[in-house]
């Protein structure tokens, strides 16, 4: 069975970071593509990133040059460290693995993680 857990959410004023993280178990990052999406009320799900196993990444265009998607195989853990942070990107954030096609569609995400709230005060 396939369970992510994350963590790193929470509140910040605008201009502030967070880094979220979520821990994989029973799939391994080195063979299978991981991501990071988020939903705010009223919205649909949309992808904010994702990472390959071979670590190649894709950034929806609001997300790049501000939030950046790592991971550590070791750990078989996924981050997003997200940097200047506004009132639009409150929303849930959840954690995805097993991505079919590896890029920002949702309906390609095999695993979800539990989704964790991230509030951006102005």
């Known amino acids: 069975q396939v369970r992510l857990v994350e963590a790193g959410g929470g509140s910040v004023q605008a201009g502030g970071s967070l880094r979220l993280s979520c821990a994989v178990s029973g799939l391994n990052l080195t063979s299978y593509c991981a991501g990071w999406f988020r939903q705010a009320p009223g919205n649909k799900r949309g992808g904010i990133a994702t990472i390959g196993f071979e670590s190649s990444t894709i950034y929806t265009d609001s997300a790049k040059g501000r939030f950046t998607i790592s991971k550590d195989n070791g750990r078989n853990t996924v981050y997003l460290q997200m940097n200047g942070l506004t009132p639009e990107d409150t929303a849930v954030y959840y954690c995805?693995?097993?991505?079919?096609?590896?890029?920002?569609?949702?309906?390609?995400?095999?695993?979800w993680g539990q989704g964790t709230q991230v509030t951006v005060s102005s």
């Open positions: 995805a693995a097993g991505i079919q096609t590896c890029d920002l569609q949702p309906s390609q995400v095999r695993s």
